[in-house]
């Protein structure tokens, strides 16, 4: 469930939580938001996956994982980010990151500027991010919510979440 979950979601995160892919270990980054933190602070994440990190943390309450979540993002909340130079010849304008499950807003990020970055991205990477894909990961996501609200009545999610392909 938490594999579907976290390849089809769309979340905003801190740019200072960020980390690129297989560029050492996520920085840390404080749990509370500062007051001067706003939405210019905030990339929007294409979720697609999860990963194990060398370091623990904690998610609070006693609660410790190493699970980093995986996710693309635009070119531009990376140099944001400080994760590439403007000059830097990215041969993509779509960068893989990662940061820790803590880092994710609980405020969705805006309607317009996911709109303004999935376009950004189909535009770099048009088979990862097309219309065909984004129909996916609402499935996945559909399907994967279906799955955790009937987890407690024991149903089987492959019986629940069988979905022809294609």
Not at 15 to 40: F, H, I, K, N, W
Not at 102 to 117: D, G, H, I
């Amino acid at each position: 469930i938490l594999k579907d979950l976290f390849s089809s979601v769309v979340v905003a995160v801190p740019v200072q939580s960020l980390a690129t892919m297989g560029v050492g270990e996520a920085p840390q980054c404080s749990r509370r938001r500062s007051a001067t933190q706003g939405a210019d602070d905030a990339a929007v994440l294409f979720a697609m996956g999860l990963r194990y990190g060398a370091q623990p943390y904690s998610l609070g309450r006693g609660l410790q994982t190493s699970l980093l979540l995986e996710g693309a993002i635009h070119v531009d909340d990376a140099i944001r980010a400080g994760l590439a130079a403007p000059s830097s010849g990215l041969s993509s304008d779509v960068v893989q990151v990662w940061a820790p499950l803590f880092a994710v807003l609980e405020e969705e990020p805006s309607p317009a500027a996911v709109v303004t970055a999935w376009r950004a991205l189909a535009v770099a990477d048009p088979l990862r991010f097309s219309e065909a894909s984004l129909r996916v990961r609402k499935q996945t996501f559909q399907c994967a919510r279906k799955a955790f609200r009937t987890l407690r009545h024991g149903a089987s999610r492959q019986r629940m979440c069988a979905v022809a392909p294609g």
